[in-house]
């Protein structure tokens, strides 16, 4: 079993739509973090929820965390060509280690 | 925006060397932690480091691996004798608390062992 899955592994929108991602997890979390990585570089943060909050938004980003469904997902909306790249959800199991789920490759076709 | 920073940005080096990688953590954090990433495959933990020794390490960091904080600033990995398989991406995280708090990474390290 694996801790942190994305879904789906690979999107392809139209500039100006919104992407929408979903990560799915096994194990109690005290936060999950959503980062990006744009090829071949280095993980970018994006977004922490803390396991006692529902929703939470940073600029285009809307973060949902679901923890009766083990679940969250992460909203972009008016997506632009800057935004591909991949991105990963990575939970908090304990206090320091971060489990990183396969990511999914976003595609913003202009 | 300070900002983890990472030596070097690429290595070659030949099955059975030594190599170390370099980073230096944000300063005023105090946690630091190294992941790595084989080409295609997840952002995979290898260890955390905390007032200057290992509080955890997952299963990859073996025997082969060790971490040192040699001065105020820089926090390095030292893989003793390379095989093929440590090919990968190697990044340096940092963090201010250990509590489930955002950790920052690195541009990161990419290492090819021939």
């Known amino acids: 079993s694996q801790q942190g899955e994305e879904d789906p592994q690979a999107l392809s929108i139209q500039e100006g739509e919104n992407a929408t991602m979903n990560c799915s997890y096994k194990?109690?979390?005290?936060?999950l973090q959503w980062y990006r990585q744009n090829s071949g570089r280095g993980l970018v943060h994006l977004i922490l929820?803390?396991?006692?909050?529902r929703e939470k938004h940073s600029g285009r980003l809307r973060v949902t965390l679901d923890t009766s469904k083990k679940s969250s997902s992460l909203l972009i909306t008016a997506s632009r060509a800057a935004d591909t790249a991949s991105y990963f959800c990575?939970?908090?199991?304990?206090?320091?280690?971060?489990?990183f789920g396969q990511g999914t490759r976003l595609t913003i076709n202009p | 925006e300070p900002e983890v920073t990472q030596t070097p940005s690429h290595q070659v080096t030949q099955m059975g060397q030594e190599v170390i990688l370099r980073c230096v953590p944000i300063?005023?954090?105090?946690?630091f932690y190294w992941y790595r990433q084989i080409l295609g495959q997840k952002v995979e933990f290898l260890v955390s480091?905390?007032?200057?020794?290992?509080?955890?390490k997952s299963e990859i960091f073996d025997d082969q691996f060790s971490v040192e904080r040699p001065d105020g600033s820089n926090f390095t990995l030292k893989i003793r004798s390379t095989k093929l398989e440590d090919s990968a991406m190697y990044f340096c995280?940092?963090?201010?608390?250990?509590?489930?708090?955002?950790?920052?990474f690195g541009p990161g390290t990419r290492l090819l062992v021939l």
């Open positions: 929820i803390r396991s006692n909050e």
């Open positions: 995280a940092s963090s201010v608390s250990g509590r489930a708090e955002t950790q920052y």
């Open positions: 194990t109690s979390i005290n936060n």
């Open positions: 300063s005023n954090h105090l946690y």
């Open positions: 480091f905390y007032n200057n020794e290992i509080s955890e």
């Open positions: 990575a939970t908090a199991v304990r206090a320091q280690k971060l489990v």
